[in-house]
């Protein structure tokens, strides 16, 4: 048995100081995010101070209301931009995370949900219960939505992995190639289901380009329910991702059960995935810009990783939802926006990996 000496004085200086500095880093991310959450609340056509929000928000933990606030201040901020902003917080957030571990499993900055076409079978599953809806099918939205979203996503999972094969089992390579042809045959599919859905096509082509209008507790309360716990999930595998990076026969040796934590991991987020999706529609980009541009800030170790992505992508789909909403002279879907910023990123990152294989 290999009897391993004591850490040094100097050793444990450095860990506590690594561990004070991820606090102080998660902290400011998270006091960010908190201050965006407050500034987006006050911004709209009915300007509305922080103080007032504040005030509004401790009257419904059983604090007094100020009668200097207006009447309809209260209806506005919790009625109808919190659960909007808590929803853009939460998909962001939840996208974010599932981006990160896609990353860090294929060991490819260009792998995200979106890339690997388990957004677009999410998307096809939730725009068959949109069908089905229109139909009459006399099923609880909130339910059938998301649930047949889950199941477009699994699928889309299986099915890129199928198409894969075990001759190059999990390469990054051939998996993003897979998810984009498999993404083809589903785009397919949803035009179809437009086509089918006749007049009541404009319902799923609003839903498709992705938007936070209209969300309310209802679309919080799911996300709390899926985002938060799959997150937290898929951080607790944070050790295993990092040792899951060196190659399977590593991972192997050091005690983790690689094929069946890869695959309860790729379940796990795309659970999340489809959560997002069915409350927002299809909104590309988030989970590719957020992983890569907390990994080029503070390294690959996952335990840092998830929980800066999961804040990073918080702050990045509030903010462009904050902009599309106060800013632009007309609101357009946020996918779109989110399409247009995430598109020359895209480009960016793939341009850049050329060249140091060139190199």
């Given amino acids: 048995m290999t009897v391993h000496p004591p850490p040094t004085a100097g050793q444990n200086l450095s860990n506590v100081s690594r561990r004070t500095g991820i606090f102080w880093v998660l902290a400011g991310l998270a006091a960010l995010l908190v201050l965006s959450v407050i500034v987006s609340a006050g911004l709209g056509f009915i300007s509305i101070s922080p103080a007032e929000i504040m005030r509004i928000v401790a009257s419904r933990f059983g604090a007094p209301l100020p009668d200097s606030i207006d009447a309809s201040h209260p209806f506005v901020i919790m009625e109808v931009r919190l659960p909007r902003i808590l929803t853009a917080v939460l998909v962001g957030g939840g996208l974010a995370v599932a981006g990160c571990v896609f990353q860090s499993l294929l060991q490819n900055p260009l792998a995200d949900p979106y ?19 229109i139909g009459g099918v006399s099923l609880p939205a909130p339910l059938i939505i998301p649930g047949f979203a889950f199941a477009g996503a699994v699928l889309t999972l299986i099915a890129v992995f199928s198409l894969v094969g075990p001759a190059s089992r999990f390469s990054s390579n051939s998996l993003i190639l897979s998810g984009i042809i498999v993404s083809a045959i589903l785009s397919a599919g949803i035009s179809l289901i437009k086509f089918l859905a006749d007049e009541q096509v404009n319902a799923i082509i609003f839903w498709l380009m992705g938007s936070f209008i209209g969300k ?5 309360l799911l996300l709390i329910l899926l ?3 799959c997150s937290t999930v898929l951080l607790l595998f944070a050790r295993e991702l990092d040792i899951m990076t060196f190659g399977d026969r590593v991972s192997d040796a050091l005690g983790v059960e690689t094929e069946r934590t890869r695959k309860l991991i790729l379940i796990i987020a795309s659970l999340s995935t489809s ?4 409350v927002s529609g299809i909104i590309g980009f988030v989970g590719l810009i957020s992983p890569h541009f907390v990994r080029m800030m503070l390294g690959p170790s996952n335990r840092l990783l998830i ?10 789909l509030l903010s462009a939802d904050t902009v599309t909403r106060v800013f632009l002279p007309t609101e357009i879907p946020i996918g779109v ?3 247009l910023i995430g598109g020359p990123v895209f480009c960016y990152i793939f341009r850049k990996n ?3 294989k060139w190199r």
């Fill in 354 to 356: 050329q060249l140091q």
């Fill in 275 to 278: 959560a997002c999706v069915a």
């Fill in 227 to 229: 985002v938060i716990p």
């Fill in 216 to 220: 309310d507790w209802v679309d919080v």
């Fill in 115 to 133: 890339t690997l076409g388990i957004s677009s079978g999410a998307a096809f599953g939730a725009s068959t219960a949109i069908l089905l809806l």
């Fill in 307 to 316: 929980p800066c992505s999961f804040l990073c992508g918080c702050i990045l």
């Fill in 337 to 339: 926006l989110t399409a």
